[in-house]
């Protein structure tokens, strides 16, 4: 496996152990919901990393993003697409073209925080936002920068969670 392939997964691995850490912590002691993190289920690639499924069958999907800027800039990187270094003439789909995921868990570990979008109000108004180009170690990244507030303003933040609280047990409302 190319190893800048297997830094990012190892980095993804970060948030995505986080969210479900976080999400146990908080459904602590309901027998009615199952979370599964399904991370490494190629079945799930673009459904989400954790499955949480309610006592009715209901399936919600969470997929955990980390984003290092956005303690900083105040602004979700909404990816579109993004071309690769090694291969620049084929274009991929970033996970807002590809994602099916119920709530997109944007994870800021610099300030510890959670932040849990409805994907789909998201899907609805991303584009209507600054496009950018960001560089990165292997690609280039290009897509859209939504301020959070005004993922807010549109209903779209489910919730924002101070993950060092909710480890200690803060009480917190449920999602689902």
Not at 52 to 74: C, L, M, Q, V
Request: charged fraction near 30%.
């Amino acid at each position: 496996m190319n190893w800048n392939l297997q830094y990012e997964i190892n980095k993804n691995r970060i948030g995505e152990t986080i969210l479900y850490n976080v999400l146990c912590a908080m459904y602590d002691g309901r027998t009615d919901i199952k979370i599964e993190n399904v991370a490494c289920d190629e079945e799930c690639y673009h459904l989400g990393d954790i499955r949480i499924t309610n006592s009715a069958g209901k399936i919600y999907y969470f997929d955990a993003k980390n984003d290092g800027r956005i303690n900083e800039t105040g602004n979700v990187f909404c990816e579109d697409y993004k071309k690769f270094y090694s291969n620049s003439q084929k274009i991929h789909s970033g996970f807002m073209r590809d994602g099916k995921y119920d709530i997109l868990c944007v994870i800021d570990r610099i300030g510890s925080k959670i932040y849990f979008i409805n994907f789909n109000k998201l899907k609805e108004i991303y584009r209507k936002y600054r496009f950018v180009r960001t560089e990165l170690e292997d690609a280039i990244s290009y897509g859209y920068v939504v301020p959070i507030s005004e993922i807010d303003k549109i209903g779209a933040m489910e919730m924002v969670v101070d993950y060092r609280e909710v480890v200690i047990g803060e009480e917190i409302k449920y999602i689902i």
